[in-house]
């Protein structure tokens, strides 16, 4: 779930789209969500999408079901957010920003610049940016500290999944598999991030229902 921690032609046809209500010259922004008394607003919501598409090099689709994607990660994030701060979780340091956002800029930019010219084109602030990707690496820190310690996966299940991944060759001519040494360690980071997202998804449950979260069904049917 959370590691599943989004050509600029149509990236303005996001803000047209957006089924907010214009009288005058003042936009009226719509409650799409509340969370207890915290609420995210309609624009918020496209907003991060077209964050979010921007850094994965990609056109941001205002479909139902992305926003629908993007307003649910936001209220994780919201939630993950508040336990955090309850049990006095430090922010992200500079350098894993850093990091992140230099992942993100060699990936589909290939230089800084090039990604600052990019993010200008496309009318983003360069700490927006900065704030989007606050949360999404504090988020994902978080959920590692919170939740992976509690995950266990047993060797038996890594074999499992070796032998299933990497079948005896059928003929002589075919490539051998890895050696399960090899690969083990990538076979149990994968086997255990599905686990956390198990657990992370029944704790998302629970703490969506304490928190009172409700979306409305004429801004998110």
């Not at 009318?123 to 266990?152: C, H, N, Q, W």
């Not at 059928?170 to 360690?185: G, I, L, S």
């Amino acid at each position: 779930m959370r590691r599943r921690v989004l050509s600029f032609a149509i990236l303005w046809a996001v803000v047209a789209a957006a089924p907010s209500l214009i009288v005058g010259k003042e936009l009226l922004d719509r409650v799409a969500i509340t969370i207890g008394l915290d609420v995210i607003t309609e624009q918020e919501i496209y907003e991060q999408l077209r964050i979010a598409s921007f850094l994965e090099g990609q056109p941001p689709e205002a479909t139902q079901q992305k926003l629908r994607e993007v307003a649910d990660r936001m209220v994780m994030q919201r939630l993950v957010l508040v336990d955090m701060k309850a049990n006095g979780f430090p922010p992200p340091t500079k350098e894993e920003m850093q990091a992140a956002l230099q992942s993100s800029w060699q990936q589909h930019w290939g230089s800084r610049q090039a990604f600052l010219e990019a993010a200008a084109k496309a009318g983003l602030k360069e700490e927006t940016i900065d704030t989007f990707l606050s949360g999404m690496v504090a988020t994902m820190k978080y959920i590692d500290f919170r939740f992976r310690p509690s995950v266990r996966v047993s060797d038996t299940a890594v074999f499992e999944l070796y032998e299933d991944r990497y079948p005896v060759p059928a003929t002589a001519n075919a490539p051998e598999p890895p050696a399960f040494e090899d690969v083990r360690q990538q076979l149990e980071d994968e086997l255990r991030s599905g686990e956390v997202d198990v657990v992370l998804e029944r704790w998302l449950e629970d703490a969506r229902n304490r928190a009172g979260v409700r979306y409305l069904p004429e801004v998110l049917p």
